[in-house]
């Protein structure tokens, strides 16, 4: 079944304390991304990836770090979380950028006390 | 920068009743542009799009026309069913190969 997995579904944890989501795709998508959705703010970009070892800053790319070391996985990382980082993160893969239909995987609600 | 605005909500219809959620777009260039819906407690998934200007996509009778002229991309539906209830996010897609997403708009059908 063609898919987008992020682990975990659930997390809580305390500042500082540094943390990854990981997020893998079995659609040999070349294109990736992160997303944080908060009320009232909808979706907004974190990190995309157009290939392997290619990733760009979204709009909101402060806190986190992304790498693309093989072309199904895309982990995001917070070194240092901080409760303005409390959110639900969604990855998402499509065979190319802009035009073509995104797959998101479940979403990964985070809290940060 | 590029930005999506969408009508707020959250929107309640009746079962029937015809729907249209409003969405405008700034973007340089020539953006495609899509609506994803989003079930409760499920990611996002893909609704209509269209890539040019004058396109319509249509997807489970729901439909959008890309207006450049007015820069907008409303959703539209004849009649909503219950399982129609859902968050409604507007999209647009870039030439720098990002994403900008309107807020959602909620909506509720009931029988």
């Known amino acids: 079944e063609a898919q987008v997995t992020q682990n975990p579904r659930y997390l809580i944890t305390v500042t500082g304390k540094k943390l990854t989501v990981t997020c893998s795709q079995n659609m040999n998508h070349e294109y990736m991304s992160w997303y944080r959705q908060d009320p009232g703010l909808g979706l907004r970009q974190i990190y995309y990836?157009?290939?392997?070892?290619?990733?760009d800053k979204g709009d909101v790319p402060e806190g986190y770090k992304v790498s693309r070391k093989e072309k199904r996985n895309f982990p995001l990382i917070l070194e240092s979380p901080s409760p303005n980082q409390t959110s639900l993160y969604f990855c998402?893969?499509?065979?190319?950028?802009?035009?073509?239909?995104?797959?998101f995987g479940p979403g990964t609600r985070l809290t940060v006390t | 920068g590029d930005s999506v605005t969408q009508m707020e909500g959250p929107v309640t219809l009746s079962e029937e009743a015809f729907l249209t959620i409003n969405c405008t777009y700034t973007?340089?260039?020539?953006?495609?542009l899509f609506w994803y819906v989003q079930y409760p407690g499920e990611g996002l998934q893909l609704l209509l799009k269209?890539?040019?200007?004058?396109d319509k996509g249509s997807n489970k009778g729901f439909e959008a026309t890309y207006r450049k002229e007015t820069t907008s991309f409303h959703l539209e539906k004849g009649s909503v069913q219950v399982s129609d209830s859902a968050v409604y996010f507007c999209?647009?897609?870039?030439?720098?190969?990002?994403?900008?997403f309107g807020t959602g708009t909620s909506l509720t059908v009931i029988p």
């Open positions: 999209a647009l897609s870039d030439l720098g190969n990002q994403f900008y």
């Open positions: 998402a893969s499509s065979l190319h950028a802009t035009s073509y239909e995104q797959y």
């Open positions: 990836s157009m290939n392997v070892e290619v990733t």
């Open positions: 973007a340089t260039g020539y953006p495609s």
């Open positions: 269209a890539t040019k200007a004058d």
